[in-house]
Nanobody, 127 residues
């Protein structure tokens, strides 16, 4: 059974940084392309970015491009979301998700591309 477990986040000041981790268990992480999504209070879950199976390609939503970086260490079955220059509007629950496919940013931005989901971790950015 595949499971995803996010960690990291918490309370961060605006302009600060934090790193989220997502550990994949039950199957080798390199089996999946991995995505990150976020859901702010009262809003729908939205795409943050994604990384291909061995990390040779990444995709980002425009709002985080240049501030967030997705990476992976398949030897550790772990995917990371490095979040820099955080803004209060980045406050959300962040989810990692695993996909058996890969495509354009628009393609990977749909939740239905992803088979497995973590339970999410809260990031709160104070002003």
């Amino acid at each position: 059974q595949v499971q995803l477990a996010e960690s990291g986040g918490g309370l961060v000041q605006a302009g600060g940084s934090t790193r989220l981790s997502c550990v994949v268990s039950g199957r080798t992480a390199s089996t999946f392309a991995m995505g990150w999504f976020c859901q702010a209070p009262g809003k729908e879950r939205e795409f943050v970015g994604a990384i291909s199976w061995v990390g040779t390609a990444t995709l980002y939503q425009d709002s985080v491009k240049g501030r967030f970086t997705i990476s992976r260490d398949n030897a550790k079955n772990t995917v990371y979301l490095q979040m820099n220059s955080l803004k209060p509007e980045d406050t959300a629950v962040y989810y990692c998700a695993a996909s058996m496919t890969w495509g354009t940013r628009e393609f990977m931005g749909f939740e239905r591309r992803y088979t497995y989901w973590g339970q999410g971790t809260q990031v709160t950015v104070s002003s």
